[in-house]
Nanobody
Framework: VQLQASGGGLVQAGGSLRLSCATS????????MGWFRQTPGKEREFVSV????????VYADSVKGRFTLSRDNAKNTMYLQMNTLIPEDTAVYYC?????????????????WGQGTLVTVSS
């Protein structure tokens, strides 16, 4: 299974972007999918996760109220709507998927990863 992340770009502070993550197999039914982000010299940081069946979501405190995660089961695609972006959101964003319940906050718990998409927020 391959994950394809897209939607990154350059935006001014206060602006919005929507990231997408599509899976390569239509029959793939993960337990959950999520987003992490990483800046140079730092560990990959949890952003948000959504369960594929029930659509339950969890957000990092740093993005709560600004980011919204959703999924389209029919398209096997996950979306991260990012509003009110701040320079601290600048990072490479990675989508990930997991087949069964795990510690969703840890990157080591995920089975599949996308290639990353760069988000740059200018001040």
């Amino acid at each position: 299974v391959q994950l394809q992340a897209s939607g990154g770009g350059l935006v001014q502070a206060g602006g919005s972007l929507r990231l997408s993550c599509a899976t390569s197999e239509r029959t793939f039914s993960p337990y959950a999918m999520g987003w992490f982000r990483q800046t140079p010299g730092k560990e990959r940081e949890f952003v948000s996760v959504i369960t594929w069946g029930g659509g339950s979501t969890v957000y990092a405190d740093s993005v709560k109220g600004r980011f919204t995660l959703s999924r389209d089961n029919a398209k096997n695609t996950m979306y991260l709507q990012m509003n009110t972006l701040i320079p601290e959101d600048t990072a490479v964003y990675y989508c990930a998927a997991v087949r069964k319940w795990t510690n969703f906050l840890r990157s080591s718990g995920y089975d599949y990863w996308g290639q990353g998409t760069l988000v740059t927020v200018s001040s």
